[in-house]
Nanobody, 128 residues
Framework: EVQLVESGGGLVQTGGSLRLSCAAS????????IGWFRQAPGKEREGLAC????????YYADSAKGRFTISINDAKNTVSLEMNSLESEDTAVYYC?????????????????????WGQGTQVTVSS
């Protein structure tokens, strides 16, 4: 069974940091584009960051540039999202997703093409 499982969410104070992880089972990330998204209450889902496994290229939405860093560990079949300088506006459920065909740009940055595989999400709450 193909599965993505996010972990690492929680409660953090404004200005703090969190590291989210996305673990894949049932398939390997080889050749995939893997992205992080978030959805806050009452808002649309937003693409944040994406990494392409073939060459390690990374892509970021404007809201994530400079504060968030995506990385991949092929040996562990995990993708991480390091988040720094967190603000209350970062409070949301964070999801990872993966796709073998859809590239990072339309799949995550532009949000014009959906990814195939999704995790259940992990809650991030930033309090002041």
């Amino acid at each position: 069974e193909v599965q993505l499982v996010e972990s690492g969410g929680g409660l953090v104070q404004t200005g703090g940091s969190l590291r989210l992880s996305c673990a894949a089972s049932g398939f390997a990330f080889v050749g995939y584009s893997i992205g992080w998204f978030r959805q806050a209450p009452g808002k649309e889902r937003e693409g944040l960051a994406c990494i392409h496994d073939n060459n390690g290229a990374t892509y970021y939405a404007d809201s994530a540039k400079g504060r968030f860093t995506i990385s991949i560990n092929d040996a562990k079949n995990t993708v991480s999202l390091e988040m720094n300088s967190l603000e209350s506006e970062d409070t949301a459920v964070y999801y990872c997703a993966a796709d073998l065909i859809t590239h990072c740009l339309p799949g995550v940055v532009r949000g014009t093409m959906p990814f195939d595989y999704w995790g259940q999400g992990t809650q991030v709450t930033v309090s002041s």
